[in-house]
C-alpha cells in the first residue's frame, strides 16, 4: 500500500553530483537507495531509519554521498558528490516496516520506487 516516487538522475561528468529525491504515501521505518547495473545484482547504497536516528553506506560511497529525510519523514533524498563512472546504474528508492533488522538488508524492504538512471561519464 506504500506507494514510492522517485525523482531526480540524470548524466553528470565523472567528479560531479546530482541529487535523487523519493517521496512515500506513508511514513515507513526504513527509507534507502539501491543500484542495479544491468547484468549484475542490485546493490545496498544507503538507508536511514526513522528520525534519521540510524544511517548507514555502503563502503563504495561512504563519504561520498550523503542520505536524508525530511520532517515528515516520508521523503528521503540522496546527495551524490564526486560521481564515478561505477556508480553508473538504475538507483531504486525502497522502504521497510519493520524496526528490527537493520538498514542493508534487501529483504527488509517491501516498497520500491520505480528506478531512476544515473550516469556519470568519463
Known amino acids: 500500500q506504500v506507494q514510492l516516487v522517485e525523482s531526480g538522475g540524470g548524466l553528470v561528468q565523472a567528479g560531479g553530483s546530482l541529487s535523487l529525491s523519493c517521496t512515500a504515501s506513508e511514513r515507513t521505518y526504513r527509507m534507502g537507495w539501491f543500484r542495479q547495473v544491468s547484468g549484475k545484482e542490485r546493490e545496498f547504497v544507503a538507508a536511514m531509519s526513522r528520525g534519521g536516528y540510524r544511517t548507514k553506506y555502503s563502503d563504495s560511497v561512504n563519504g561520498r554521498f550523503t542520505i536524508s529525510r525530511d520532517n515528515a519523514d516520508t521523503t528521503v533524498t540522496l546527495q551524490m558528490n564526486s560521481l564515478k563512472p561505477e556508480d553508473t546504474a538504475v538507483y531504486y528508492c525502497?522502504?521497510?516496516?519493520?524496526?528490527?533488522?537493520?538498514?542493508?538488508?534487501?529483504?527488509?524492504?517491501?516498497?520500491w520506487g520505480q528506478g531512476t538512471q544515473v550516469t556519470a561519464s568519463s
Open positions: 525502497a522502504a521497510g516496516p519493520t524496526v528490527v533488522g537493520g538498514l542493508d538488508r534487501e529483504e527488509l524492504y517491501a516498497y
